[in-house]
């Protein structure tokens, strides 16, 4: 099928290149020129791995534009994958959304054409884009826009950081629309991934375990609640387990052990429940934002979610109270930062706990040193704001520091020479903010270990 995704972020980008990779013929266009000449000369402007393996192998069926002319014109399917942030008031902010969908009706010449929401969009997105559509069409082309556009919404259910395994083996599909059409071509379109047909990557081998892979199609409205409804719930698990966490250190249990022993009761289930310092990234914040904010526009409450937040937001604090508890003076003091991303195996910084740590430690006067194996040039751009100073290596973070906090569980910080690193600290304080580390070896190596995990 030829199919043109708007917006090369994590999801179009990814989305994309799985297409073109499972046959399909794929323009992604993107308004930034800057990210479109990196892509076309098969650079990847964001870090994702076997992103850019699975590119070079889909090169011959993925092309790249700025051009909406050209990348909408007689294609079958459109993909809107353009970025949704946060409003300061928590809704989303929807003006790229607004804005690919009036170019898509001004361009758009061929046969009927399904536009798809890949977006993260509030619920009720998918009839405002079709009467977007529709009226841009009617007035660019002065003719009646009958039957050239339906609408559906395919919510995105990929992490970044494992966004091409989840893409080519994932747990489900949802596609939502209140046509057979729309229904039918987005079958068509997935039905490799949906049979798992297809010959899978080299380095990216279909696991033993994944057989064919349910679709659930619903209606609009049911598959864009499908999405908040699932980031929330997520977010509610990491958030339980935290608060859980906090009672655990009051009462001298171990949150880990408490975790696996409620994770293996298979009604709840292992995953999702690491506490630590929380969720961040650019979506569950985000999602959870946004449903608050749609549920009050219908005169509804959504406790559980909003406690959710506040616990999310308590555990960062509760990193910069611990460090206080046991240096009982933070000015003056040097403290470390292993890891800004907001999770390994991602550059993302977009709602990074380390952002949020690094500003308050600054305010209560400490110098916090920063160390990150791929977010460090992005943060320098981004955050050049923030005064800290980025060193090249997690040893120059550990160089005299009063304190070092691992705020990302990347491997590499698991693997350091630890005993040798202790000695060089000038107190050696270490919170695992991700309970990712062995408390008896650091201990052992003369440590003071302080973790979110309880005794
Ligand atoms: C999340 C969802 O997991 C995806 O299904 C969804 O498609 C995506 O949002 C989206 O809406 O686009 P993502 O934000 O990439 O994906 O990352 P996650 O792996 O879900 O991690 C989110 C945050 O939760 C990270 O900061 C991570 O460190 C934290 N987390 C995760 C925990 O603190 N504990 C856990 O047990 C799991």
């Known amino acids: 099928m030829k199919v043109s995704i708007i917006g090369t972020g994590y999801v179009g980008l990814t989305t994309g290149v799985c297409l073109a990779f499972l046959g399909h013929e794929v323009t992604c266009l993107d308004t930034d020129s800057r990210k479109i000449d990196l892509l076309r000369k098969g650079s990847i402007p964001i870090y994702e791995p076997w992103l850019s393996e699975l590119m070079t192998e889909a090169s011959a069926r993925l092309r790249f534009t700025t051009n909406y002319e050209e990348a909408i014109g007689d294609v079958q399917v459109i993909f809107i994958a353009v970025g949704t942030p946060s409003a300061p008031n928590g809704s989303p902010d929807l003006r790229y959304l607004s804005a690919a969908a009036k170019a898509i009706g001004q361009y758009f010449r061929g046969e009927p054409v399904v536009v798809v929401n890949k977006s993260t969009v509030p619920i009720g997105s998918g009839n405002w884009v079709a009467s977007l559509l529709r009226d841009s069409y009617e007035s660019a082309h002065k003719k009646n826009a009958d039957g050239r556009f339906t609408v559906a919404s395919n919510p995105e259910f990929l992490r970044e950081g494992t966004a091409i395994y989840d893409t080519l083996y994932p747990d489900r599909v949802v596609i939502g629309a209140d046509d057979s059409h729309s229904l039918e071509t987005l079958y068509t379109l997935y039905r490799p991934i949906l049979d798992q047909t297809f010959v899978p990557p080299s380095f990216l081998p279909r696991p033993d375990d994944v057989g064919a892979v349910p679709l659930v199609s619903a209606d609009l409205a049911s598959a864009e609640l499908i999405k908040y409804a699932a980031n929330a719930f997520l977010a509610l698990k990491i958030s339980y387990i935290n608060e859980i966490g906090t009672l655990a250190e009051k009462v001298g249990a171990n949150i880990i052990q408490v975790a696996k022993g409620i994770g293996l009761d298979s009604r709840i289930g292992m995953r999702f429940l690491q506490a630590g310092i929380g969720w961040g ?175």
């Open 281 to 455: 990234g650019s979506c569950f914040g985000k999602d959870t934002a946004a449903l608050v904010t749609t549920a009050a526009e219908y005169g509804s409450e959504l406790p559980i979610v909003k406690a959710a937040r506040d616990v999310n937001t308590r555990q960062r604090q509760r990193v910069v109270e611990k460090l206080l508890g046991e240096l009982k003076i933070l000015k003056g003091r040097s403290v470390g930062l292993l890891g800004l991303a907001f999770k390994p195996n991602t550059d993302d910084l977009r709602e990074a706990p380390a952002i949020e740590i690094a500003r308050s430690l600054i305010e209560r006067g400490c110098k916090v040193k920063v160390h990150d194996p791929v977010a460090l040039e992005r943060f320098q751009r981004e955050h050049a704001d923030l005064e800290v100073i980025c060193c090249d290596s997690p040893e120059q973070v550990l160089e005299a520091s009063d304190a070092v906090v691992l705020v990302t569980e990347w491997q590499q910080y698991r693997e350091l020479s630890w005993d040798a690193l202790i000695k060089k600290m000038r107190t050696p304080i270490v919170l695992d903010g991700r309970n990712a580390l062995d408390p008896e070896r650091l201990t052992s190596y003369g440590a003071r270990y302080l973790s979110m995990a309880g005794a």
